[in-house]
């Protein structure tokens, strides 16, 4: 019987050249390596492919997926999900990358909190350099505090949303710097008559279904 992954990083692709071989080299660099990647390249006219099928070839951990017909984003996140085989999952941006000790951070804060539903993290940002008319050049912004994990009220949390004190995406999302429990993803998709995301924009959309089924 085949070992069921711990994470499955799922990296949604469209003309993502530029930046895939970072993302995913972020991936293989992680110290716990008990994790899938699954890269699913939407109908893309650049090389994604080519870079994305010279990692696979080389790491039995990425498992690649080319689509010929465009999904768009909501229809790239549902066909990643619905490929997913890991006790947890989290989807990473093409143009952003994983600490390398992400996946170990989820498991040590799974044994300080084994009940708990997602693990989200503050974002660090570095800026690309064709971003520098907009950022300016070399920025870096890592955030300081104490890297440890806590216990964060769902209901709570989406008030202070509601109220302004809060917003979405400081709280669990499925998208970079959250780890979402896949029970957590079956619950709410269920709930919604198996559609993981009513909401035009995913992120947003899977930030409001998990607080509501957490």
Not at 1 to 24: C, H, Q
Not at 37 to 47: A, E, K, N, T, Y
């Amino acid at each position: 019987m085949e070992k069921r992954p711990f994470v499955s990083v799922l990296l949604p692709v469209y003309n993502g050249e530029n930046y895939l071989a970072t993302a995913i080299t972020t991936v293989i660099n992680q110290t716990d390596q008990d994790y899938e990647l699954i890269v699913s390249i939407d109908s893309s006219s650049d090389f994604s492919e080519r870079l994305a099928r010279e990692f696979e070839e080389n790491n039995e951990r990425i498992r690649v997926h080319t689509h010929v017909n465009r999904l768009g984003m909501r229809g790239n996140y549902d066909f990643l999900i619905s490929k997913a085989k890991g006790s947890w999952l989290t989807i990473l941006g093409q143009d952003d990358a994983m600490m390398p000790f992400a996946i170990s951070e989820l498991r040590r804060s799974l044994e300080k909190i084994p009940d708990m539903s997602a693990l989200v993290s503050r974002r660090a940002y570095a800026f690309w350099p064709d971003t520098e008319k907009k950022f300016g050049r070399n920025q870096f912004i890592y955030p300081l505090g104490v890297n440890r994990a806590s216990e964060v009220s769902s209901m709570k949390f989406l008030e202070n949303c509601l109220k302004g004190k809060s917003e979405y995406s400081q709280g669990p999302q499925l998208y970079t710097g959250s780890f979402v429990s896949q029970k957590v993803v079956l619950n709410f998709s269920a709930s919604q008559d198996g559609e993981l995301f009513p909401y035009p924009i995913p992120d947003v959309s899977s930030s409001a279904s998990i607080l509501l089924s957490t």
